[in-house]
């Protein structure tokens, strides 16, 4: 049978939940790559793997284990924020994150993630740079002023 793994990912590590025998299985692994292949060995081929995109930290392990045809659902952190609302949890702490994703996840039709293509990629980190360039001309001529 399949399970639902939800996942809190930071910057040194990711917190994985997942219930198991109707009992919740929590662990930690390191946001690496040695922490990625330990993690893929609790993974079966027909299991979901739910995460939020949370900052830059969730790209490397979610490419990862797409790379690796695993089935992946990346959430906006509103959706999880909302849900967890509606189910008046206070506790917010890596262990209770990765539950209530993995509980999400056991409620909701989930979607498979994909990556972005590298062009895609390309284009925003241009009109990041373009933006910034923006703002600095822009501070530049306030200065000027003063």
């Given at each position: ?46 299991d ?17 284990l ?33 539950k ?20 895609s ?13 923006k ?12």
């Open positions: 049978m399949s399970k639902i793994i939800g996942i809190d990912i930071s910057k040194q590590t990711f917190d994985v939940s997942y219930l198991e025998k109707d009992k919740w299985i929590h662990k930690i692994f390191k946001n690496q790559n040695r922490g990625f292949e330990q993690f893929t060995k609790l993974i079966g081929t027909s979901w793997i739910v995460m939020e995109a949370s900052g830059p930290y969730y790209v490397q392990l979610a490419t990862f797409h790379a690796s045809n695993f089935n992946v659902c990346v959430l906006n952190p509103l959706i999880i924020r909302r849900y967890s609302q509606t189910r008046l949890y206070r506790a917010k702490t890596d262990k209770k994150d990765a209530t994703i993995a509980e999400y996840g056991a409620q909701y039709e989930l979607k498979r993630w994909c990556p972005e293509s590298k062009p990629i390309e284009i925003k980190q241009l009109y990041t740079a373009l933006e910034l360039l703002k600095q001309k822009h501070q530049t001529k306030d200065t000027r002023i003063l």
